[in-house]
């Protein structure tokens, strides 16, 4: 579940790389910037443990409308037929060969883009360094809109 988790997090940052890059002034403080997170699955955290178990579809997805969606892709082939839960898709992430979901693969990159149309929900504001969230994992979204 590790790379599970991993994997995830950098999906939830894939619509975050149209983001312009400013240089910072020596001695500024930096504005805080905003993103809003959809929580796509959701799970208990036990202990200590960075993994999730009893994978639940989180409230920040349309879990119904996103599945579909996995299947009829013709991108991942017939990877997600066979699911039916949360838990079934995300065991795919987790045991799928280690580079096809690997940080920034296009697996990867593709998965987030199908969680973003699929979102639901207005999803909670949140700041950069904040780690209040419940145990879960996200699709984190840039807010900065562009002039």
């Given amino acids: 579940m590790k790379k599970f988790l991993a994997i995830i997090i950098s999906l939830m940052l894939v619509f975050s790389f149209c983001t ?9 403080t930096p504005t805080p910037h905003t993103y809003k997170a959809y929580k796509i699955f959701d799970g208990i955290q036990e202990g200590t443990a960075t993994d999730l178990s009893r994978v639940l579809w989180g409230d920040g997805i349309n879990s119904a409308a996103f599945l579909a969606a996995l299947k009829a ?5 017939d990877t997600f037929d066979a699911c039916n839960t ?4 995300a065991e795919i992430l987790n ?9 920034n693969s296009a697996n990867a990159m593709h998965f987030a883009e199908l969680a973003y149309r699929n979102k639901a929900g207005n999803g909670i504001t949140v700041t950069n360094g904040q780690t209040n969230l419940e145990a879960g994992y ?3 979204v840039d807010t900065l809109e562009y002039l």
């Fill in 20 to 28: 312009i890059a400013f240089a910072e002034t020596t001695g500024t």
């Fill in 73 to 77: 892709d013709t991108t991942f082939g």
């Fill in 86 to 89: 949360a838990a079934d898709v």
């Fill in 95 to 103: 045991s799928g060969a280690e580079t096809s979901w690997a940080d």
């Fill in 138 to 140: 996200y699709l984190v």
